[in-house]
């Protein structure tokens, strides 16, 4: 790092904390007490901080590591300054945890697009920090930042886990990816990404070297096309049924193997992978997920994915290759017949968006979510469009864990959307500094607004008198 590009981010990263900051003092003084979920986490982490460690609230589904963490830090913090009494491990001192994740979020995001873009010497410092920024302050992971949520401490070990993977320190990796697992089980899809990222790295190595064997470069140059799909499934299939390859790859991977493996044994002993409260998280095969998911990316992503180029390139494909595009089509259609489901919560909470989102258009009519399948596939296209400059390998690592962590979710949350989202923006190209710029800006609006309404515009249920807040 140059050091006029340390200053820049150095400016960057305080300027962003301290303007959290005050919007922080903003959040707690018109919502004090605990709010939505904070009414499980803050009574939980509160107990583990008076030493009550066998304590355990039922209705929480995810494991202590925030509550653990909290305490490692507020405990120590108190002792040093002298606070005693009601302050500490109040909701505030725990809510302040997750505005220190935040900066870690926005140093590590800046440090992994360091790593994943070095090779490309066109991308500018100024253009790191501003990307850096611009992703730090992700509407739906930075409106958690002020609550006390388990999401940015979730999102901070994962992405802490990915450096240390990229940069080749796989035990530290597996180690980081504990602790992202005991933030929400879940996070476990994203230690066999980072596994995932070492054997796409090998099998690409042995792929180019069976291209250079047979001088077919033609490949690799329509590169996505069915046809080279088919031929690099059955090399990957002759790859690993080989032994040889197969314990070079555990050699690699048997950090993350070990996890997995840790993880397995949690399942079985405890029966599931949620823990406490199972009747509101039950696993399914929701693959219109997967839509939803591509539509979510579409809209934070939209100076990326939905311009006149994209539709242009989108459209001629679609007239090249009219029986595959046919093939999806019915692929979907299907998907969304028999595997749409509908969570209770989805219906019933009208405090946070998706509700309205369900309302205003799923619920119009029967018909409309089959209407929006050849959206879905302009988003599906566009998305793959822009993973281009990754290897195939990569690409079907990805996805399949894409799959695992949007697919079993019966509940549609945007939430779940945070790390696989990330994920996907930190490794595409970057674009002109005029895009970037709109994506910041279309980011501070959409906070602007969250934040506004969730102060100001409050309601109550008719049979409660606590007052009630939209969010996420």
């Known amino acids: 790092m140059e050091r006029a590009e340390a200053y820049g981010f150095s ?11 005050l919007l922080f003092a903003a959040v707690s003084r ?22 009550r460690f066998l304590q355990w609230d039922p209705m929480i589904t995810t494991l202590p590591g925030l509550y653990l963490l909290s305490v490692g830090v507020v405990k120590p913090a108190a002792w040093l300054l002298g606070w005693t009494g009601s302050v500490v491990c109040s909701v505030g001192m725990l809510r302040f945890i997750n505005l220190l994740f935040s900066a870690g979020n926005f140093y590590l995001l800046y440090l992994l697009l ?69 933030f929400r089980q879940t996070n476990i899809v ?19 070297i069976e291209l250079q064997k047979k001088k077919d470069e033609r490949i690799s140059s329509r590169k996505g096309s069915f046809s080279d799909l088919t031929r690099v499934l059955q090399f990957l299939v002759q790859y690993l049924l080989s032994p040889k390859n197969l314990v070079t790859l555990a050699a690699l991977t048997w950090p993350y193997i070990v996890l997995v493996a840790l993880f397995f044994v949690f399942v079985f002993f405890n029966g599931g992978i949620v823990v406490g409260d199972r009747s509101s998280h039950e696993a399914c095969l929701h693959f219109p997920q997967l839509f939803y998911f591509l539509s ?3 809209f934070f992503s939209f100076p990326h994915l939905l311009t006149p180029s994209k539709i242009r390139k989108f459209l001629l494909s679609l007239r ?81 864990c894409l799959l695992a962590v ?3 979710q019966k509940l549609l949350e945007f939430r779940y959307f945070i790390l696989p989202f990330l994920i996907y923006r930190l490794n595409i190209p970057f674009l002109s500094l005029y895009r970037q710029l709109l994506e910041l800006a279309f980011y501070i609006l959409v906070n ?25």
């Open 11 to 21: 400016g960057a990263m305080s300027g962003a904390f301290l303007l959290s900051c």
């Open 30 to 51: 018109r919502q004090r007490g605990p709010y939505m979920d904070e009414v499980f986490h803050v009574p939980q982490a509160q107990a583990y901080c008076h030493g």
């Open 114 to 182: 360091f790593k994943i873009h070095q090779k490309n010497k066109a991308v500018s410092g100024f253009q790191r920090i501003l990307l850096a920024l611009t992703l730090a302050v992700f509407p739906t992971l930075y409106f958690f930042t002020f609550l006390y949520y388990t999401d940015p401490g979730s999102v901070f070990f994962t992405l802490f886990s990915y450096l240390m993977c990229l940069y080749g320190n796989h035990k530290t990796s597996a180690l980081l990816g504990f602790c992202g697992f005991m």
């Open 190 to 208: 994203w230690t066999v990404f980072c596994a995932g990222n070492v054997v796409a790295e090998k099998l690409n190595e042995a792929w180019k």
């Open 296 to 298: 979510f990316t579409v």
């Open 320 to 400: 090249k290759h009219p029986v595959q595009y046919g093939l999806i089509t019915v692929i979907s259609l299907f998907l969304i017949w028999k595997f749409t489901y509908v969570h209770k919560y989805l219906l019933a909470d009208n405090r946070h968006y998706t509700f309205y989102v369900w309302r205003k258009v799923f619920q119009r009519h029967e018909l409309v979510k089959y209407l929006l399948v050849p959206f879905y596939i302009f988003a599906g296209w566009s998305f793959a469009d822009t993973l281009k400059s990754k290897s195939i390998f990569w690409i079907l690592m990805y996805f399949v």
């Open 406 to 408: 949007t697919v079993p």
């Open 448 to 472: 602007a607004v969250t934040f506004y309404i969730f102060l100001n515009k409050t309601f109550q249920w008719e049979n409660s008198d606590e007052v009630q807040r939209f969010m996420w």
